[in-house]
């Protein structure tokens, strides 16, 4: 089981930014598209964001592009979601996700394979 871990969560006030830290457990071989996927209470989980481990190629959901960027860091197995002007609807669990064995970027939620547990963004207005 490859288990990622997030941190960079926390509560903050409209109009702040975060980023949000996934680790990863080793260095990915092959092909990889890593997510951010949030789910806010009693709603659906929803996607955010993703980037290609290799290429580099990203998409941010249309709701989102402009106040969210997804980035990597290969050398330290990282990715990040930087978050600006944050808003109390961005209030939710923030997931980070990896999909093997694709050379794009993924954003079907259910073709993520392994998963971190979560980091509870809050945004007070």
């Known amino acids: 089981q490859v288990q990622l871990a997030e941190s960079g969560g926390g509560m903050v006030q409209a109009g702040d930014s975060l980023k949000l830290c996934c680790e990863l457990?080793?260095?990915?071989?092959?092909?990889?598209?890593m997510g951010w996927v949030r789910q806010a209470l009693g709603k659906e989980r929803e996607f955010v964001a993703a980037i290609n481990w290799i290429s580099g190629s990203k998409y941010t959901a249309d709701s989102l592009e402009g106040r969210f960027a997804i980035s990597r860091d290969n050398a330290n197995k990282k990715f990040y979601l930087e978050m600006n002007n944050l808003l109390p609807d961005d209030t939710a669990v923030y997931y980070c996700?990896?999909?093997?064995?694709?050379?794009?970027?993924?954003?079907?939620?259910?073709?993520?394979?392994?998963w971190g547990q979560g980091t509870q963004v809050t945004v007070s207005s």
């Open positions: 457990p080793g260095r990915p071989s092959g092909r990889y598209s």
């Open positions: 996700a990896a999909a093997p064995g694709y050379t794009g970027v993924v954003i079907t939620i259910r073709e993520y394979e392994y």
